[in-house]
């Protein structure tokens, strides 16, 4: 079992930052698949980015060049790095799991406005 705590969302301007962390518990961390998805109000969840357990990298089309992934398998953790927020990033952040099995956080709220 794996439980994914997110968090580092909160409210910030139009071309601000924020690095979202999620910090994952138990054993075999460097063997998942991480990925981050957003559900943005009265849509769907969509995906944003993976990083893979070989830590390969991939971006949906309209954050590339503005969010980069990350992990440090030593501190069980993922990262997401968004650079020059706009206000269409704005949704629920939730963080993914998987191997074998597949784990969901319980997502940060990441709100891009002036």
């Known amino acids: 079992q794996v439980q994914l705590v997110e968090s580092g969302g909160g409210l910030v301007q139009p071309g601000g930052s924020l690095r979202l962390s999620c910090a994952a518990s138990g054993s075999n961390f460097r063997l998942y698949h991480m990925a981050w998805y957003r559900q943005a109000p009265g849509k769907q969840r969509e995906w944003v980015s993976t990083i893979t357990s070989d830590s390969r990298t991939i971006y949906k089309d309209s954050v590339k060049g503005r969010f980069t992934i990350s992990r440090d398998n030593a501190k069980n953790t993922v990262y997401l790095q968004m650079n020059s927020l706009k206000p269409e990033d704005t949704a629920v952040y939730y963080c993914?799991?998987?191997?074998?099995?597949?784990?969901w956080g319980q997502g940060t709220q990441v709100t891009v406005s002036s």
């Open positions: 993914k799991a998987q191997a074998s099995n597949t784990y």
